[in-house]
């Protein structure tokens, strides 16, 4: 078995080799997910999406999208979508997955990240990751989701509303009301 090495960021990959590790992760019909509703039109923010690499060759990725969480008021407060999430699958359950998020969320509270969403299996990212389905239980999204598998995650200082609809993001981040997000402080 070949050692995996260091990741790089997912820019440096051809995206023509991303596509079919996805499509061998997810199936070509994975467009069809409401995942990817929810980031349609937005570009992967490159900061935190990386590549796992064996012998040079792409054996996982993991991107995160720009999206947004807008009230009935209007208020936006602007979100990260963490996935896919994917691993060849002859390198399944070898760690490299739990590394892509590792790094990703590693990155991110670096740089005080808006809080973070995924649709994925809740006990692991939960006991991994701090993930939980209790932020998310009124959310809407733009087609359908396992209600126990929309997950949020959130760090000191920063809150989430009950109700509101999630989506690609459109509101520039200054529009975000003050009193739902907070910055962390170091």
Known sequence: MSILSDLVPLASIDPAAVEHLLDLAFGADRHQRTAYSLRRGMAPIAELSFAALSDGELVGSIQC?????????????????????????????????????????????????????????????????????SHTALWQLPGPVERDRLLARVQPGQALPRRAILGPRTCAVAEQAPSLVVPTSN
């Open 65 to 133: 999208w720009p999206v947004e969480l807008r009230t009935a008021d209007g208020t936006c407060v602007p979100m990260v979508l963490m996935g896919p999430v994917a691993v060849h699958p002859d390198r399944q359950r070898q760690g490299i997955g739990r590394r892509l998020v590792a790094a990703t969320l590693a990155k991110a509270d670096a740089s005080d990240s808006e809080p973070m969403v995924l649709i994925g299996d809740a006990v692991y990212y939960d006991r991994f990751f701090g993930f939980k389905a």
